[in-house]
């Protein structure tokens, strides 16, 4: 299985300053075929499932606001909030879905300092 | 637009077996552009992913669940259903359907990621 380590578990910024969340995954999640990292980042609040933010480790889902943006390739990636908003408090989870089975990260909790 | 909604008996026996449902609205169920799948999450585990449906019938499954859990799709119900067999207290866990959504890109198809999900339903297992 591919495991998928986030750093930090935890961290507490500002509002409108930049949050920076890291995700690991033991290999490669680049599918060959169109040359797209299978890398996926969801925003989940108390109560609610996980909403998708970010698809191919760097394409903001629809809807989703751009503030928040993706980016890295092969097992390194980066899901980064410009400016935190008060609505931003949640938990962030990475997914791969390269490789079966999918493996989720453990999960950042972002607060306000 | 698709909403998904999980449906289960909440309270489970240990060793028993626990079915869920999940119906499909606003959409059909076998569109060849999407497919299926359940994960589960526990304050112990994490996220964790059970498996994944196509329209058709055809499944794959976590092989740490494998061998205790069977999905199917119901057509006429619009609905996807999981039955996980004996299970634990280390069963106990919220869990989500959610649909992979497929897109053209560079003149061919690919799957790109979960992007609706349901609001989830909590299984305890407890005697």
């Known amino acids: 299985d591919i495991v998928m380590t986030q750093s930090p578990d935890s961290l507490a910024?500002?509002?409108?300053?930049?949050?920076?969340?890291?995700?690991?995954s033991s290999q490669s999640v680049l599918y060959s075929s169109n040359n797209k990292n299978y890398l996926a980042w969801f925003q989940q609040k108390p109560g609610q499932p996980p909403k998708l933010l970010i698809y191919w480790a760097s394409i903001r889902h629809s809807g989703v606001p751009d503030?928040?943006?993706?980016?890295?390739?092969?097992?390194?990636?980066?899901?980064?909030?410009?400016?935190?908003?008060a609505e931003d408090v949640a938990v962030y989870y990475c997914q791969q879905y390269d490789s079966s089975p999918w493996t989720f990260g453990q999960g950042t909790k972002v607060e306000i300092k | 637009?698709?909403?998904?909604?999980?449906?289960?008996?909440?309270?489970?026996?240990p060793s028993q077996t626990v079915s869920l449902t999940?119906?499909?609205?606003?959409?059909?169920?076998?569109?060849?552009?999407?497919?299926?799948?359940?994960?589960?999450q526990s304050a112990g585990k994490g996220l964790e992913w059970i498996g994944r449906i196509y329209g058709n019938g055809d499944a794959n499954y976590n092989p740490s669940l494998k061998s205790r859990v069977t999905m199917s799709v119901d057509t006429s119900k619009n609905q996807l259903s999981l039955n996980l067999a004996s299970v634990t207290a280390a069963d106990t866990a919220v869990y989500y359907c959610a649909r992979m959504n497929g897109k053209w890109f560079e003149e061919s198809f690919y799957y790109y990621a979960l992007d609706v999900w349901g609001q989830g339903t909590t299984v305890i297992v407890s005697s």
């Open chain 2, 1 to 13: 637009q698709v909403q998904l909604q999980e449906s289960g008996p909440g309270l489970v026996r």
């Open chain 1, 67 to 85: 503030r928040f943006s993706g980016s890295g390739s092969g097992t390194d990636f980066t899901l980064t909030i410009s400016t935190l908003q």
């Open chain 1, 13 to 24: 910024v500002s509002l409108g300053e930049r949050a920076t969340i890291s995700c690991r």
């Open chain 2, 22 to 40: 999940c119906l499909v609205s606003g959409g059909p169920i076998n569109s060849g552009t999407h497919y299926w799948s359940w994960m589960r």
